[in-house]
């Protein structure tokens, strides 16, 4: 029985455990970061279709926009949640208010933002390529938070979460004024004013980057910075895209707006 208990839950057994799952993390943030880097060179030469960028000749099949965005975006939040309450050992209050942190960005994506949201269909495609995407991600991120990562709470932390929590109200105070611009039923596109968007044609888009940024610093992990580089490389050459847009269907468009750094690019 002792030599049994030995072989069971010996720390040597833990740490090979533990060194087997951070292996598997590596490779797969591995994986994302390549993923993303392969998005950047796709949208160098052609826009992801949805939203503008749809053409209806194609004959694609289409989701109603608030379908579609609910559909794709709640399996980042459902994944992790589920993943909490189902994990054998209680989590660290560290490690969970991070994770509760993660799965706070796609609550409001997926039942606040969804539902509010103006914008045309989304192709068949897209969506489930999205759906996808986020349920690979919200296990990735949640596994690692909670089979992974320390427990403790450091400085950098902190930061992180003051920079996630900056970038999250760019995020929704530009999809706000996104909004604005259209009234029900309106598919027309108008200039953008107020907030960063006085500086960037992506305001909403670098929100999403300094969102994700800012988790991977308080995580301090491959996983987060993993997708945060991915994030980068999917949207921020969309909001170089909807500048390039602006700037040829707008003659008077403020040629002192950048695409999605402000004062930089």
Known sequence: TVLHFTILYSPQENRENMQCRQDVVQWC????????????????????????YVDPSEGRRMVPARVAWFAQ???????????????????SMGRALLLCTFCLHYFQRTFIYALLIHGRPCPLCIMISAIVFCSCNGFFQGYYLLRCADSTISLP??????????????????????????????????????????????????????????????????????????????????????????????KGYPKSRKAVVPFIF
């Open 29 to 52: 943030s591995w994986g994302f970061m390549l993923l993303g880097l392969g998005f950047l060179v796709r949208q160098k030469k052609t826009e992801t279709p949805y939203g503008r």
């Open 73 to 91: 975006e709640l399996p980042s939040f459902l994944v992790p949640v589920l993943l909490l309450a189902t994990a054998e050992e209680s989590s």
């Open 157 to 250: 932390s902190f930061l992180g979460l003051i920079v996630f929590y900056a970038g999250m109200a760019i995020n929704i105070h530009s999809d706000q004024i996104l909004r604005k611009l259209r009234k029900p039923g309106e598919t027309d596109y108008r200039i953008p004013r107020g907030g960063l968007f006085e500086y960037i044609s992506g305001a909403n888009f670098f929100g999403e980057i300094v969102e994700w940024f800012g988790y991977a610093i308080a995580t301090w992990s491959m996983p987060a910075f993993s997708f945060a580089l991915f994030t980068m490389c999917s949207i921020g050459p969309r909001a170089y895209h909807h500048h390039r847009f602006y700037q040829k269907n707008f």
